[in-house]
Nanobody, 121 residues
Framework: QVQLVESGGGLVQAGGSLRLSCAAS????????MGWYRQAPGKQRELVAS???????NYADSVKGRFTISRDNAKNTVYLQMNSLKPEDTAVYYC???????????????WGQGTQVTVSS
């Protein structure tokens, strides 16, 4: 019903920057919260940042001041600008969206397939 497609991951040196994008498509009436999570090897998936439809944001303490989440509601897209990257930011990054579907108006929580971010020291 709803698909999320991520892009923008890759390999970067410590101190560098990357920008992740995630576009939602499918049977969408509206999207409430959108967010980015990450999962490093051997660790649980954790919230990195989230943003409401109105633009209010929330960040994990570990990324405050370095990462910025934003969204384009007209394009059903969420972004994550990552600056001053550290080796400990290495993980698979997943986007997440709380979608109100067209037609039935059901709440559908959708996940992207994940994009690898690797930060070398």
């Amino acid at each position: 019903q709803v698909q999320l497609v991520e892009s923008g991951g890759g390999l970067v040196q410590a101190g560098g920057s990357l920008r992740l994008s995630c576009a939602a498509s499918g049977s969408i009436f509206s999207i409430n919260d959108m967010g980015w999570y990450r999962q490093a090897p051997g660790k649980q998936r954790e919230l990195v940042a989230s943003i409401t439809s109105g633009g209010s944001t929330n960040y994990a303490d570990s990324v405050k001041g370095r990462f910025t989440i934003s969204r384009d509601n007209a394009k059903n897209t969420v972004y994550l600008q990552m600056n001053s990257l550290k080796p400990e930011d290495t993980a698979v990054y997943y986007c997440n969206a709380h979608v109100i579907t067209a037609g039935l108006g059901s709440l559908y929580v959708s996940w992207g397939q994940g994009t690898q971010v690797t930060v070398s020291s």
